[in-house]
C-alpha cells in the first residue's frame, strides 16, 4: 500500500457506504490491501469483472449482504464499472508493484487502467475538509449475518460444462489444493478466443497431467507446486515438460580385462561378455 492511502479522503469515503465508524479505518484499509493482493495475483491487468461479484467479496473474506462491499468499492471511487471489462480496479497502474508491471511484460499484456510509470496516489481530491471537520458518517449498524438460501440453478450451456469439468479434473490432480472457485475462471479466460474450446482444454489438461505427476510437484505433499489458478493465468500450459529416455550404461571390456589383469595374482582370468547382464553371473 502506497504512502499517504490509509489518510486518504476515499478512505473515509469507504466507510461511509459500508455504515462503519472512524475507528473502523483499519478494516477499510484491510479490504483495500486484500483487493490489491487478489488482483495482482489473478486480474494483473485490473480486470477484477472477470470473476463474478461474489467471488471477488469471497477473497476479500467479506461475510456482510451480498454485492455490498463491491458497491461500496465503486461508489467511494476504489474500483470502476467498465462496459468492456465489467469492473476494473481504479488507477491499477499506480497501484500495482513493480512484479505486477514485470510479469505483465513478460506475458505481453498492459494494464487495463490505463498506461504510464508509476507516480502513486494520483491526484489529491478535490473535497474540503479537515482534521477538526471530518466528513458526517451515518451511525454504524450491525452488518447482517447472511441467511443461506437456495440457490437457483439454471442449466449451464455445453462450453461451460466443458470448462467446469475440466477445471474440477485439474483440480484433483493438482498436488497444492487452493482456490478451487477462480480455476474455471482462468481457464475460461485462456480459452476465451476459442470458437470451439475442446481440444484447447484437452490440450493444457494433457500438460497439466505432466507437470503435476512430475517429482518436483508432488514432493512434500506438493509444497513447491505453484497454485494451480495462477500457473493457467501464467500460461504455464504452454511449457512441455522435458522427459528423458533411460539409457544402458556402456561397458567397455578392456577397462574389465586390465582390471581382471591387475588384480588377479593367481593367473585365474575371468572373461566377460560386455553385453551380458552381471546379474545372471
Known amino acids: 500500500m502506497k504512502r499517504g492511502t490509509p489518510r486518504h479522503p476515499k478512505i473515509y ?29 489473478f486480474a494483473p491487468q485490473g480486470d477484477i469483472g472477470k470473476y463474478s461479484d461474489e467471488w471477488i467479496e469471497a477473497a476479500l473474506d467479506w461475510t456482510g449482504k451480498r454485492g455490498r462491499l463491491i ?3 465503486t461508489t467511494s471511487g476504489w474500483c470502476e464499472k467498465s462496459d468492456r471489462y465489467r469492473l476494473i480496479v481504479h488507477d491499477w ?6 512484479a505486477v508491471a514485470k510479469r505483465l511484460t513478460r506475458l505481453g499484456l ?35 449475518v ?13 462450453r461451460e460444462d466443458l470448462i467446469a469439468a475440466t477445471a474440477q479434473r485439474m483440480y ?7 482456490g478451487l472457485p477462480l480455476v474455471a475462471g482462468v481457464l475460461a479466460d485462456a480459452v476465451k478466443d476459442e470458437p470451439d474450446p475442446t481440444e484447447k482444454l484437452a490440450d493444457i489438461e494433457e500438460v497439466h497431467q505432466q507437470w ?6 508432488t514432493k512434500e505433499d506438493g509444497r513447491w507446486a505453484p497454485k494451480l489458478p495462477e500457473w493457467i493465468t501464467d500460461r504455464g500450459f504452454t511449457k512441455r515438460r522435458r522427459t528423458r529416455e ?6 567397455d571390456q578392456a577397462v574389465i580385462d586390465a582390471a581382471f589383469a591387475r588384480y588377479d595374482p593367481l593367473g585365474l582370468k575371468v572373461k566377460l561378455d560386455a553385453t551380458a547382464d552381471p546379474s545372471r553371473s
Open 110 to 144: 498492459s494494464f487495463v487502467s490505463g498506461k504510464g510509470k508509476v507516480t502513486g496516489q494520483g491526484e489529491p481530491s478535490r473535497t474540503k475538509m479537515s482534521a477538526a471537520n471530518p466528513p458526517a458518517l451515518p451511525v454504524p449498524v450491525p452488518v447482517p
Open 93 to 98: 497502474h499506480d497501484h500495482a508493484d513493480g
Open 146 to 158: 447472511p441467511v443461506p438460501k437456495v440457490a437457483t440453478v439454471t442449466a449451464p450451456t455445453s
Open 212 to 217: 503435476a505427476e512430475c517429482n518436483n510437484w
Open 71 to 73: 458497491e461500496a468499492l
Open 172 to 178: 484433483d490432480r493438482h498436488p497444492k489444493k487452493w
Open 246 to 251: 533411460p539409457t544402458a550404461p556402456k561397458i
Open 13 to 41: 469515503a469507504l466507510l461511509r457506504e459500508l455504515g462503519l465508524p472512524v475507528r473502523s479505518r483499519p478494516v477499510a484499509i484491510g479490504y483495500l490491501e486484500m483487493l490489491w493482493h487478489f488482483t495482482a495475483e
